[in-house]
């Protein structure tokens, strides 16, 4: 990971924010039992466990055991707990995460109070002298952020298959607005430069800052709504190979999509499932938990498309921050939902939040990436391949983790996030 | 379930055996963390905890549910802890068992209790005058002591899937005997009746009693050891097709069996995870978790074959009780492992215990057959194909579940019950 | 192969039964393309050219090549045509046998035409000295009458995935008797003796000879009729699970198995693929190619069962001999099909014949079986697994080829052979 | 299908190339038995008579079904020979392809004759007033050169499945140069016009024709050759994860890929299969048979990258034309095979020709791509997901066929088209 330098790396600061940061997963986690913690409910859905337990691993292994005195809390968590860095040696196989009830949840806790309290002390005492633990510390805190919001992710899907439709945490929901016709705004052709400054934290993947030429685009003020997907869905929209790239329209039959994930049809009317329990599906909302694929479809259907990467960044430049937020959202005591906040945001509105925008780009390194050296270099680089990328953050994301530069990418056919539509023409 | 007609029922004993057969169950998931009961680790095992629900279910639907007045615990029970009676509704499938985290672990205990009273109390009050109930709650308690083999064998996997090799129980291995050669018993030809006799309880699978013509045959008084075991091992025994059937050569390669299950080589020893945790493999010791494609290649290798299981029931009438149940074990505090209780043994040897042993026959309808009317006919009949039977019980099983009729039945390519191998000649 | 020793063994008879038997085969690939001759529609099946290389390399590996001094035709074929004798080396992989175009179906005929010189020859030279290696070349004809039929089933399933339905060979059907309620035959109980003799030819899985204990029961004169089994499915047989197997129950429902194989529901009409083209499903003939799944629902469906093995043996002894056999048929210039021959059959009727029969029993070893020696015990012996016993030959079948203790097996969920059924109680 | 508009559409002359490119297609088909052009080895590849069928029925659907008296030459065709047009009707299952024996080849080449000798009427009778039409016969033949291709990377993997190793066309082999380390160009940074210009045919993703801006960039003068490619071999590149993406890590992970496709190592040696026959690897000649994922980590051992496709075609503006491609191939009796023509190779040598190379642009739509109305639509725009581009043709290609804007795409692990490496810095 080549973390920016940045000015202000302060061991206290950064303390404080390490603090938040760890408490702000347990305070997720803390809904749920010890049972709830370990269920996988396919193989790209990690346990909670799982998560709270990588994320400590995180920091052992990559800040505490920089120190050669340091002893491991347990050896073989540095193989349990490992996710995908080859250079650290052979994983434990992703879809076994849900098989292994022991260490218990209790001592997964014990574990991170161990490595808390390990790294608060090196932040205490040297951060200032080592700058580049400093970073890596920092990293951590963005890498938990990330967690924290596939904690919540994994946790809807793994909730969704228990046909009690257990709740997670209840949370009221806003009342939309009625929806006029979106706006859109214009932006002219030229080079524009895109990606990281380097000011401040990024991801590798947001490097090098560079120029890239677009043409004139226009860009909706607006993500669409359930209400305009419930129009698709009438249209014949899943049954109709035109709208559909070809890969997707044999994905959507394999596995027989009609509808967004969590959505029911119940008679006329259309339910789906939420982390606040079942409800029924608002019009006025954002849609969510669509593929690249329908999210394509559903633009072509539109006689529109969806922006590249470089039209939504250079678009977001001038936005206000965004309220739907993990964060913001649970310090309101709104549902942890796309557009629960509708009642508190901003005017003009912001392109940040409540759902991840899938963008037409592929997920490929900027010209002049290069990968870190050593473990750390496998966090972005070796993924860039049948991804798009995604931006805006969501209601699952924390406020404080966002930028206009930052890239999210999945798969084309995953559903399970907090994924949603902007278009642009 | 055709239950058989039985002089004995008397609602106090049945009281007091149901209080020891429930007990026993919740005995055996003591050591067992909430979590550790959730997992599933493939397809054929189901978690602790649904093992729990599941018995307590077949009381609350064949006991209670007779009662009009009775009000069910849970109505969403009826359909998460049936297992495979159609007849009841399509139950919840079997693969997902290990994603339901709800009802926790607490509440499938209060589900227990909540049914526990209410049968005592339908016990005490008018069993003598309802025969009827009683013989199912009879049947219900062999069920029960079906599963607590099954959760013994399913715990089993679970934890053997665990890099950490927990130990379910700890407990003592008897040092098994110098191994002489095994005596055999001859026995003459002729038309035997086998099958239950309709005195006390048994399934419906062992009736009714017919007779069959035996050819005259010799029976081995002792069980293959793992010292035999070794032996087909290193004479190549799983690299030579000759030995083997057809669909055992394939499914062998498949699976890349090179040994029976749980077994590991470490250099030249051998070591196997046992409840009681890893273990050197003791040569004198039963062999166990091979498949009836490995015992019957075994059996060819060693220039004799599986007994059928009319051969073994004819053979077992004089038998001894045994000792090798996991009642017998647990009281003596040895390890629930097939041979554990060596030192104990009777002389002459029993044919019970231990390890269930695989026979020659299919599993078939006996002449005359016909399943229950009604859910209780999904009991047995509708397994009746592609599974061979099994005799004499095991280090699993409860010593009062046994008889000399009784017909356990398994797959061709099981490996995770305690099956074990007798030879015949 | 165990080959009963046979009195009549005489170089000159086999000679022209090699002649006619060998003749026969390519009579029945002269109505296909070479192209016909290469596809392979299902790993089961094999291409027909397959079948014309493989019972050639039969007849050079197990008869010419005990001669030292025999120079092989193309030693590829030793590996190309191999089906799965493990002891001759690893066969070539069984589902790929439709990717090899060459050598070509000419080249192969010169093969044919090669190794029947050689063996011709041979019989003609020194059979009456070499009684051994007559006995192979009779088990070499029985062989290939085995793939005969196989080469009938396998391309009917071929041309029935080519949407232009194409005709194998015209041929006319009979019309069908008016059907009244089939006479049923008693049988008392008592001792039988079943399995072949050793005069004559048999294989090795109807030896040794040996008693069984039935009880009495009654059989059907008739086999059951497409009729019959239109008011199974019009009475939901294939939608109530409590008539089904719960592993036939499963494979029906992945497979979407709503009828017997190759027929299609065109409004209210059944229709058929069938040798002779697509027609329209004749009540009055016998139903067939339905599993064993199938036709165990349907006899539990009939209130009656399938007969096993033994009784079926026991009550075809006074059977007449039957004629819908292919060869017969095809002299009759009819179409290849059950019941095609209901005009010329003999009164009363014949048990053999038209389609074979599922029996209730799974295939296993007769008491004190032991599979020959060498490469040729793998014929039977080792596929006595998950398959079940069929009786009684079809219209596949040669006359020639069928006696009362023949053993033909198949798995339960196989339907592409010429398999029906016939009730017993 | 957008084609551009085009000054030279003349009837005579595009009749004389319509000639020449059908014959060209049955020239290809010419050392093959019909067998041979039955066989489908895998779901991505076509049989050969389905390649002259489908390109058939592409002019008969879009150019003579346009006029409504035209009679169908068999109306089963249009379902059977129609691959992934949707909007005309379901496809036959692509999968499926090699199960259809009828029509016979020499139908299928009779079908060729029908339509052809309406279409050549067509185009000599009212061409010159029919541009539209002749827009499509020109589109038609574009897409019979693409199948053309696929003919031969499509036969060759089926001929590879034969254990005989049969050849296809027997041809030498140059001998090739010694290889000098490659020189590189460099071209400076700047806005770039990339796309076709709408002079002469293309394909409608090669429009519209727009600017992308570059940064500076080298590029190789030569392909990556085998003896590079050894050397990575030698230095581990298949068993380093740090070279690969994480989804190439895994794909060569199941697929065991040790080597690029049709490479078999003996003893210290490499050979492969080639359309020739097996061959030793020459280490001078171009790496071929290597998928976009072992393209990547050879870029990523070498300490370069594979160059945008953009950046290709800017560099491929001034390169003179290649002279590996099939048709030059087979007028000079060599081998189809990468570097075959190397004694007959230009200087400064081409980017064009021997083998397609994979560029790092994952195939999307160029701004403002617009899919054509109609079936034609379906031609390309559908497939613009999980690809990659390859630029340059291969010595499967014509050379007719090929100008530097021309884009083709297969998925990442693809490996069995003529796919090489092309350097970048």
Known sequence: ?????????????????????????EQLAAPLSAEDCLVQSMPDVS????????????????????????QVFDASYEFLFNS?????????????????SRPGLDEIHRYRRHVDQRVLQHLHSNARQDARLARIVELGLQHEQQHQELLLTDIKHVLSCNPLQPIYRPGTFAVGDAVDRPARRELGEGIEWIGHDGTGFCFDNE?????????????????VTCGDFLQFIADDGYRRP?????????????Q????????????????????????????????????????DAFARWAGARLPTEAEWEVASRDSPPGV???????AAEQAIHPG???????????????????????????????????????????????????????????????RPTYRNFFPPEARWQFSGIRLCR
Not at 48 to 60: D, G, S
Not at 265 to 294: K, M
Not at 324 to 330: H, K, S, V
Not at 352 to 363: E, I, L
């Open 84 to 100: 995908y860095y080859n250079s650290l040696g052979t994983p434990f196989p992703r879809s076994q995460r849900g098989l292994i």
């Open 340 to 402: 629960s906040m509708a009642a508190h945001r901003p005017s003009p509105r912001s392109m940040f939040g409540d759902v991840w925008q899938w963008t037409a780009s592929p997920y490929t390194p900027y010209p002049g990436y290069v990968a870190p050296d050593g473990a750390l270099g496998e966090y972005n680089g070796k993924f860039m391949c049948n991804q798009y990328v995604l931006r805006g953050g969501s209601c699952g994301s924390s406020s404080s983790h966002l």
């Open 256 to 295: 027989q999509w009609q509808a967004p994930l969590y959505w029911h049809r119940e008679g006329d009317q259309w339910s789906q499932f939420t982390l606040a329990g079942p409800r029924q599906v608002d019009p006025s909302l954002p849609v969510c938990h669509v593929s690249y694929f329908e999210a």
């Open 324 to 330: 739907g937020f993990a964060d913001t959202i649970l």
């Open 47 to 70: 346990p909670t466990r799982w998560h709270l337990a990588h994320t400590t691993w995180f920091f052992e292994t990559f800040v505490l055991k920089e120190d050669p005195a340091y």
């Open 242 to 254: 035109e709208l559909w790239l070809s890969l997707g329209w044999q994905t959507a039959a394999e």
């Open 207 to 223: 490097m090098p800052r560079h120029r890239v030429f677009l043409e004139a685009f226009q860009i909706s003020d607006e993500l």
């Open 1 to 25: 990971m080549r973390v920016s330098p940045s000015a202000d790396i302060d061991g206290v600061s950064l303390a404080s924010r390490y603090q938040a940061t760890r408490a702000f997963t």
